[in-house]
């Protein structure tokens, strides 16, 4: 079933600033985050009675926020290496004979989806390339800088860890025995670990099931030491 326009819309601009398979990754991230620091209670709580849940689950949140934010620090940090390694590539197929330019471009076009095309069309490819980086002129390349696409997806990146934090820190918060609000807390987490996890492997080609089972046994596996050790 096709979604509908405004969501098609929505979609196509978060694939613009955050494609998949990274905001599904964020979310999860952010997740197992939640998911260990809940169950650290069970760990490092003598009295459980006696948490202050608003003051803990603050924590949460600044350790999420934390995540988020140097998460989107290095999306726009990345972002800036790959522009200046692309300045620095064109520079070098201009002061390199064809054969050397023809190598570089050939390596750099490696890691990504050209290098699916067939040899003809790579070589085409490869020609074009050469051909309007050589005409060029030096005085056009830019130095490498933040752009407002960069600090976009900076924010959804903090979005997205955080928003494990908005789903469940509610139910911890909001139920009154404090074993039954991790309990909840921890069948919300697993239903999310396996929903984005399930996205995570249409994402990447594989299995979407068992990448879906295998995230939810990381968070599982997080469930079980902390009731063992707790035992």
Avoid at 26 to 52: P, R, T, W, Y
Avoid at 98 to 123: V, Y
Wanted: glycine fraction near 4%; proline fraction near 4%; include cysteine.
């Amino acid at each position: 079933m096709p979604l509908p326009v405004f969501m098609r819309k929505i979609k196509r601009r978060l694939v613009k600033y955050i494609p998949p398979p990274n905001w599904p990754w964020e979310i999860i991230s952010g997740l197992l985050i939640v998911i260990i620091m809940v169950n650290e209670l069970k760990l490092f709580s003598k009295d459980l009675a006696s948490v202050n849940r608003v003051l803990f689950a603050f924590e949460i949140l600044t350790v999420n926020l934390i995540w988020g934010t140097f998460d989107g620090w290095m999306v726009i940090f990345t972002n800036l290496l790959t522009e200046g390694r692309y300045n620095k590539m064109i520079l070098r197929v201009k002061s390199s004979d064809k054969k050397l330019a023809t190598e570089i471009i050939e390596n750099e076009l490696n890691n990504t989806i050209i290098r699916r095309c067939d040899k003809e069309t790579r070589e085409q490819i490869i020609e074009l390339i050469l051909k309007s980086f050589s005409s060029t002129p030096q005085s056009t390349i830019e130095k490498p800088k933040i752009s407002r696409d960069d600090i976009i997806a900076a924010f959804l990146v903090n979005f997205f860890v955080l928003l494990p934090c908005i789903i469940i820190l509610p139910f911890f918060l909001l139920i009154t025995d404090l074993n039954l609000a991790i309990l909840i807390s921890n069948i919300i987490g697993m239903g999310m670990l396996f929903a984005f996890g399930y996205k995570l492997g249409s994402c990447t080609s594989r299995s979407k099931v068992i990448t879906g089972i295998i995230i939810t046994f990381i968070g599982l596996a997080i469930i079980i030491v902390a009731i063992v050790f707790h035992a």
